[in-house]
């Protein structure tokens, strides 16, 4: 601004230094006390360098957590996720804004209201689907009276489990409805000139400007569901559908008594637990960003 | 809602784009909910068969059991303290980073960081640092013996709890706040200085009043999230104690219906849950549509 302010220009650079202190310091103690050894991390209090043990540690935990194929099933339900949002909000927003019939309003209202609740709040309801994702349709056509019998899809213990419930929500919907929205009519009065239809208009000409829309979308999707934890903790019993963030509850040192508590094992997993999102978002937060704050929560 | 003057006409293909999405939100959304309210005024009899229905009674329960009221009670403290806590850092973080001295990109990019973790990976980071006999905060039971303990003390592990999330919350406010900032047009306090009014006379009287909207944002959005991501931070730091200090909404409604397998119990619990983040994002829809702008 117009002004010179040097006192408060340094008080803004403490404030600012003190706000990074305590934004990442909890970050750096997770690190630091992963590279020390079980009697080093339980000294009080703990040393602010890191130690030498890093490459042990992790080894360790990566063993004992089987960190492998659940940092895989994380990924398959984090990809799923964002690829199922990706493609199926595209096609939802492209049907209510580009198409006009009287259900649109309807589809649209019905779409806007899913924002209202996230998972965890209707979670106990959610979970009595999960065990047979049918069992709507077989009770309505009981209802109407019909007698044909729907096979049962148990979604517990699966990748459809863990990602379709996830995937019911408005958040990208909306992105795209808004995006869409600002697309110039110009571009589809041309298009219908010159003779395409609905589906290649979409694919040639809406989908290519969506692209950094999609990759908005494609990041905080990412995060949102690599972070899922209680929703994975119901719906898999057999281990081998486990994700990472689950695992974390299997690495607190527990209250058990005569367990040591070994939380340079547990910090190890912690870290590698974060790591991916933190990744995504370091990576790419200038989309994440853009995406967070034009979702019209 | 505006449409667009351009449009297709094929309502065959119309429905077919939408369809899976609204097979989605049927089958784990309606269908559910709907169920829950079902479920919320029946019983099922303890020898099987069919449920009977009841009325009020599971909310006559549910409302005369004082760990419900408990639970509903630490929900709001720990909802309401980390809320503040978190918009009263990430406020200030913005003002300062708004006035854009150098460097402010690189405060800006690594105060993000916070908000890619787990909810229960904040629990186990914030259960280590703030453990009793490890970690840092440990060193006040070197001075004082006994004094810190959230494994025994209630309240401690409610300051636990509150701190982790107001903790993980900073960042989200933060990246609002500033984006609520720079939407204020730079001549306005351009206006300001002219006239004398100092940098910080600028924030209070300029740059605050100005953010009211974004304020009002932030409150709901808070405290809804608060319900969400307290279960990954209460089940990894504390389980719900000690005797039920910090047994929040979400992390009861849990317990009762997973452990506990009375569902509809939880479901009664959970329809007044919903009905409370409903209430909260309505006031918030309502508020949004009058929502002030300045350009």
Do not use: C
């Not at chain 1, 990472?244 to 190890?268: D, K, S, T, Y």
């Amino acid at each position: 601004m117009v002004e010179r302010t040097p006192i408060l220009n340094i008080v803004t650079h403490l404030i600012l230094l003190a706000g990074l202190v305590m934004l990442l310091l909890p970050l750096w103690i997770v690190f630091v006390a992963s590279t020390h050894d079980f009697r080093t991390v339980n000294t009080v209090p703990m040393p602010l360098w890191p130690g030498r043990h890093l490459i042990e540690n992790y080894l360790f935990t990566w063993q004992q957590s089987d960190f492998g194929p659940k940092m895989l099933n994380s990924l398959v339900m984090a990809m799923g996720v964002t690829i199922g949002k990706i493609v199926i909000a595209a096609l939802s927003a492209y049907s209510i804004v580009y198409f006009r019939y009287r259900l649109r309003m309807v589809f649209f209202w019905l779409i806007f209201i899913t924002l209202m609740l996230p998972l965890e709040v209707r979670i106990v309801p959610t979970y009595a689907v999960a065990a047979n994702a049918l069992r709507p349709y077989q009770e309505i056509l009981n209802l109407l009276g019909l007698s044909l019998v729907l096979p049962e899809w148990s979604l517990l213990n699966s990748y459809a489990g863990l990602i379709l419930p996830l995937i019911a929500t408005a958040t990208g919907t909306f992105l795209y409805r808004q995006f869409f929205l600002t697309v110039p009519e110009e571009l589809a009065e041309a298009a219908k000139m010159d003779g395409s239809g609905p589906l290649r208009f979409f694919w040639d000409i809406l989908l290519p400007l969506s692209k950094t829309n999609m990759a908005a979308l494609a990041t905080i999707m990412f995060v949102y569901s690599w972070n899922q934890y209680l929703w994975p903790l119901l719906v898999v019993t057999d281990p081998s559908y486990g994700t990472a963030v689950m695992q974390l509850q299997r690495i607190v040192p527990g209250p058990l008594f005569g367990e040591p508590p070994r939380w340079h094992i547990a910090m190890a997993g912690t870290l590698i637990v974060m790591l991916p999102p933190l990744l995504v978002v370091i990576f790419m937060q200038r989309w994440f960003v853009r995406g967070l704050i034009s979702q019209d929560k | 809602m505006s449409g667009k003057r351009v449009t297709f006409n094929q309502l065959w293909l119309a429905i077919l784009l939408i369809l899976p999405q609204m097979l989605l939100v049927f089958t784990f959304f309606y269908w559910p909910a709907g169920e829950a309210l079902f479920w919320a005024f029946t019983l099922e009899p303890p020898f099987g068969g069919n449920l009977q229905w009841v009325g009020m009674q599971n909310f006559l329960t549910v409302f005369e059991d004082p760990l419900y009221w408990n639970s509903v009670q630490r929900s709001l403290l720990f909802g309401l303290s980390s809320t503040a806590l978190a918009m009263l850092f990430g406020a200030v973080l913005a003002l300062f980073v708004d006035r854009q001295l150098t460097g402010y990109k690189a405060f800006r990019f690594l105060y993000f960081w916070p908000y890619a973790v787990a909810a229960p990976a904040v629990g186990l980071a914030f259960r280590f640092i703030f453990a009793p006999e490890a970690g840092f905060i440990s060193a006040i039971n070197q001075w004082f013996p006994g004094l810190w303990n959230p494994a025994l003390d209630g309240a401690d592990a409610m300051v636990l709890i509150v701190v982790a999330n107001a903790w993980s919350m900073i960042a989200y406010n933060f990246i609002f706040f500033l984006a609520g900032l720079q939407s204020i047009p730079r001549s306005l306090l351009e206006a300001g200085a002219m006239d004398g009014a100092g940098v910080l006379r600028r924030m209070r009287d300029i740059q605050l009043p100005l953010m009211a909207p974004t304020v009002f944002f932030l409150v709901v959005i808070n405290i809804t999230d608060s319900f969400v991501n307290s279960f990954g931070i209460v089940d990894i730091t504390t389980g719900g104690g000690p005797s039920r200090a910090t047994d929040l909404m979400v992390f009861k409604i849990y317990s009762d219906g997973f452990k506990g397998k009375d569902y509809s119990l939880a479901a009664a619990q959970s329809i007044v849950l919903m009905l409370l983040v409903v209430a909260l994002t309505f006031i918030q829809f309502r508020y949004v549509e009058r929502r002030i702008h300045y350009t």
